[in-house]
């Protein structure tokens, strides 16, 4: 028992010894192959794309960085080989699908459209979708939706049935939407504004026209009161020329005739009657009339001289001194007819 273990044990570790021998010679090839590789297929392929300026043709575009050159000047009579070396050099400057007319999607397209088998177009398209795809999404983002339009239709000439064209017709679509909101908020705000404007406006002449009609009301009362204080004014000294008169001719006791010479004197009161109209309204103001004393002591040709207000109180003064009787005035003793002016008040307090 003892020496078949001790041989088992040799047995293991001579296979052991023997594997690790094979696992690097593996390893080897591998490298090797992989370095055959690099120099052979994939290095050479590389400086082939980035013989003109470095670029990697699927990098993804940047809109702001695409180069705007000259187009060829007549893109269909371009042969095959012409059209691979413009799209070449498109994709070099990043013009994948970018400006219309001169990228190299629609170079590539045309190579097909002459040659519709032409591997190295078709795979070159294939290759770019993804990047011009993204290319379309920054057009979309930056809302050139006439050529994120354009640049959907090339992509549906390479590959109509991808999924990723409906994504970006959706985000188009939504794009579109989203600036029909803002351009019909800024309207709306707009217009806002506007109303508002014409509101500030409206109110401001409203006001500015209150302002002229109390200030025209102003000065037309002030007008009124001035012409009314005039008018007192007169009226007052009217009646006290007047009176110094009646008074001169009172204080001559007899004519040359001896008999007795005086004004007329009323001998009843004269109590006027309230109109009911002002009474309601509490009204009080003032009339002066002036009136014949006839010789029998009645009175006529009543007219009133003023009033404050007018017409308020005019027939009441009228009819009160109708209703008045006078000793008549006296020339010499002989009773005679004379004029008199009186002012007649009316006073809420008096009528209570």
Request: hydrophobic share 40%; proline share 5%.
């Given at each position: 028992?003892?020496?078949?273990?001790?041989?088992?044990?040799?047995?293991?570790?001579?296979?052991?010894?023997?594997?690790?021998?094979?696992?690097?010679?593996?390893?080897?090839?591998?490298?090797?192959?992989?370095?055959?590789?690099?120099?052979?297929?994939?290095?050479?392929?590389?400086?082939?794309?980035?013989?003109?300026?470095?670029?990697?043709?699927?990098?993804?575009?940047?809109?702001?960085?695409?180069?705007?050159?000259?187009?060829?000047?007549?893109?269909?009579?371009?042969?095959?080989?012409?059209?691979?070396?413009?799209?070449?050099?498109?994709?070099?400057?990043?013009?994948?699908?970018?400006?219309?007319?001169?990228?190299?999607?629609?170079?590539?397209?045309?190579?097909?459209?002459?040659?519709?088998?032409?591997?190295?177009?078709?795979?070159?398209?294939?290759?770019?979708?993804?990047?011009?795809?993204?290319?379309?999404?920054?057009?979309?983002?930056?809302?050139?939706?006439?050529?994120?339009?354009?640049?959907?239709?090339?992509?549906?000439?390479?590959?109509?049935?991808?999924?990723?064209?409906?994504?970006?017709?959706?985000?188009?679509?939504?794009?579109?939407?989203?600036?029909?909101?803002?351009?019909?908020?800024?309207?709306?705000?707009?217009?806002?504004?506007?109303?508002?404007?014409?509101?500030?406006?409206?109110?401001?002449?409203?006001?500015?026209?209150?302002?002229?009609?109390?200030?025209?009301?102003?000065?037309?009362?002030?007008?009124?009161?001035?012409?009314?204080?005039?008018?007192?004014?007169?009226?007052?000294?009217?009646?006290?020329?007047?009176?110094?008169?009646?008074?001169?001719?009172?204080?001559?006791?007899?004519?040359?005739?001896?008999?007795?010479?005086?004004?007329?004197?009323?001998?009843?009161?004269?109590?006027?009657?309230?109109?009911?109209?002002?009474?309601?309204?509490?009204?009080?103001?003032?009339?002066?009339?002036?009136?014949?004393?006839?010789?029998?002591?009645?009175?006529?040709?009543?007219?009133?001289?003023?009033?404050?207000?007018?017409?308020?109180?005019?027939?009441?003064?009228?009819?009160?001194?109708?209703?008045?009787?006078?000793?008549?005035?006296?020339?010499?003793?002989?009773?005679?007819?004379?004029?008199?002016?009186?002012?007649?008040e009316f006073k809420l307090s008096a009528s209570?």
């Amino acid at each position: 028992m003892i020496m078949d273990t001790r041989n088992n044990r040799r047995a293991r570790a001579l296979a052991r010894g023997a594997i690790k021998p094979v696992f690097i010679a593996v390893l080897a090839v591998v490298a090797g192959l992989a370095v055959v590789s690099w120099f052979l297929i994939i290095k050479p392929h590389q400086d082939l794309l980035s013989a003109d300026s470095g670029g990697h043709p699927s990098t993804p575009v940047n809109v702001g960085q695409q180069q705007a050159a000259a187009p060829p000047v007549n893109v269909d009579a371009l042969s095959i080989n012409d059209l691979l070396s413009e799209a070449r050099s498109a994709m070099n400057q990043q013009r994948v699908i970018a400006p219309a007319g001169n990228n190299a999607f629609e170079f590539y397209l045309k190579v097909l459209q002459k040659q519709p088998g032409n591997q190295v177009a078709a795979d070159a398209l294939r290759e770019t979708f993804p990047f011009a795809a993204s290319n379309v999404e920054q057009v979309i983002n930056q809302r050139q939706f006439d050529e994120a339009d354009r640049e959907i239709t090339l992509l549906a000439k390479v590959d109509p049935t991808n999924y990723t064209l409906t994504i970006l017709r959706s985000k188009l679509d939504a794009q579109r939407k989203t600036l029909d909101q803002e351009q019909q908020k800024q309207l709306d705000q707009q217009h806002q504004a506007e109303l508002a404007a014409q509101k500030a406006a409206a109110d401001k002449a409203a006001q500015e026209k209150t302002l002229a009609e109390k200030t025209a009301a102003d000065k037309a009362a002030q007008q009124q009161a001035a012409l009314a204080a005039q008018q007192k004014a007169q009226q007052e000294a009217t009646q006290s020329t007047a009176a110094k008169a009646n008074s001169q001719v009172a204080s001559t006791p007899t004519s040359a005739g001896g008999g007795e010479t005086r004004d007329a004197i009323p001998i009843s009161t004269i109590r006027p009657r309230y109109p009911a109209t002002a009474l309601r309204n509490n009204q009080e103001g003032w009339v002066d009339v002036q009136y014949t004393v006839n010789v029998d002591g009645s009175v006529s040709n009543i007219n009133v001289v003023s009033a404050e207000p007018r017409h308020v109180f005019d027939n009441a003064a009228i009819d009160a001194l109708r209703r008045a009787k006078f000793s008549p005035a006296m020339r010499d003793g002989t009773a005679t007819a004379s004029q008199q002016q009186k002012r007649i008040e009316f006073k809420l307090s008096a009528s209570q």
